[in-house]
């Protein structure tokens, strides 16, 4: 009987050991760039410069992009809300800030920044795959595409302005807040000394 004395650890087969090594690899250089938000976004842009070209050169695969379109407006309207939508919390009793004399409630994503990053780098990579299988290379009129991307891309980013103006809610913010000392507490209105 296998287990009665020895070693009784399942041998993993070489193939899920790579696996499980190359995932845990992955997971390690993905923790490592979140600090880095700049030069994530550039790998990104060089990815989508890639695939633009690809795309340019086969002179195909519109449909395909037209489909990573979809799914990078999909991706923006997760970054652009709020995490909790105002117009249920309403029902719920609880609502934004509206008075000065209001509790502070900072802007939570319903998609954060690094996972928005990520979706999208994936896409682009999923994408450029997809461009070196001529079953994906459907022939479509592509100005017609473009068109409707473009029409829907405006209808949908007037709804979140008027989201945004409505409940009043800025989903970016400009970096740490930082101080210099008690100089800055005091002339903000803080505590001052008298």
Not at 84 to 110: A, I, N, Y
Not at 172 to 179: L, P, T
Request: hydrophobic residues 45%; positive net charge; proline residues 6%.
């Amino acid at each position: 009987m296998e287990g009665a004395g020895g070693d009784t650890a399942p041998t993993m087969a070489p193939l899920a050991k790579w696996r499980n090594n190359f995932s845990m690899a992955f997971q390690y250089y993905l923790d490592r760039s979140t600090p880095h938000p700049m030069e994530r976004w550039l790998g990104t842009l060089a990815a989508a410069a890639i695939y633009v070209l690809r795309v340019y050169y086969v002179q195909g695969f519109y449909i395909v992009s037209y489909g990573l379109g979809i799914y990078i407006l999909n991706l923006l309207i997760g970054f652009l809300s709020p995490k909790v939508d105002p117009e249920l919390e309403v029902l719920d009793g609880g609502s934004l800030p509206t008075k000065e004399s209001d509790e502070f409630k900072p802007f939570v994503r319903r998609l954060p920044e690094f996972k928005f990053w990520y979706s999208i780098t994936k896409a682009f990579c999923v994408a450029f795959l997809m461009t070196f299988f001529s079953v994906f290379d459907v022939p479509v009129f592509w100005p017609i595409l473009l068109c409707y991307w473009i029409v829907l891309f405006v209808l949908t980013m007037k709804r979140q302005i008027m989201h945004m103006i409505k409940y009043k809610y800025v989903p970016f913010s400009f970096g740490k807040q930082r101080y210099s000392g008690k100089n800055s507490i005091a002339s903000s209105g803080g505590m001052s000394r008298d």
